[in-house]
């Protein structure tokens, strides 16, 4: 009878609609002008931009976005860049870390990293994000966590 009732519940799980996480969301990323002290080994940076997120149901959220970012040393890295990043829109505020690689062309970098909530929609939540683009222009994806 356990199986039976396991078996029953496992299929009412797969075949019920489920909602899409609040969070599950693609952004689009418009970069402003880069800010950069440091020398070409050693860098650090710090840029502003604007963002227009788009959740799983449809809806949008423009944001406002500041990053601030470090190179990394060459001799034990993973990442050619750390940044950290805080955005505030519509549907509330949260902020990011990010890990990146530099790419081929001039200024391109494709990064992975972790949300943090802080306020409305975003409030108590984290989850992992990506992006991928050329000097804060770009598209990236999120997955918060419900």
């Known amino acids: 009878m356990t199986r039976k ?3 029953i519940a496992a299929a009412t799980c797969l075949l019920a609609p489920t909602a899409a996480l609040a969070g599950t969301a693609t952004y689009t990323t418009k970069g402003g002008p880069a800010k950069t002290v440091g020398t070409a080994e050693y860098q650090g940076s710090y840029q502003e931009g604007t963002s227009v997120v788009t959740f799983s149901d449809g809806s949008t959220s423009k944001e406002s976005w500041t990053c601030i970012g470090t190179s990394q040393p060459p001799n034990g890295k993973i990442f050619d860049f750390h940044f ?19 790419g081929e062309a001039e200024g391109a970098q494709g990064c992975v990293g972790g949300l943090n909530g802080k ?9 992992a994000t990506t992006w991928a683009g050329v000097n804060g222009n770009g598209m990236g994806t999120m997955q918060w966590n419900d």
């Open 5 to 7: 009732l396991i078996a």
């Open 119 to 127: 306020t409305g929609k975003y409030e108590g939540k984290n989850g």
């Open 84 to 102: 950290a990043c805080d955005a505030t829109g519509d549907a509330g505020s949260y902020s990011m870390i990010f890990g990146c690689n530099n």
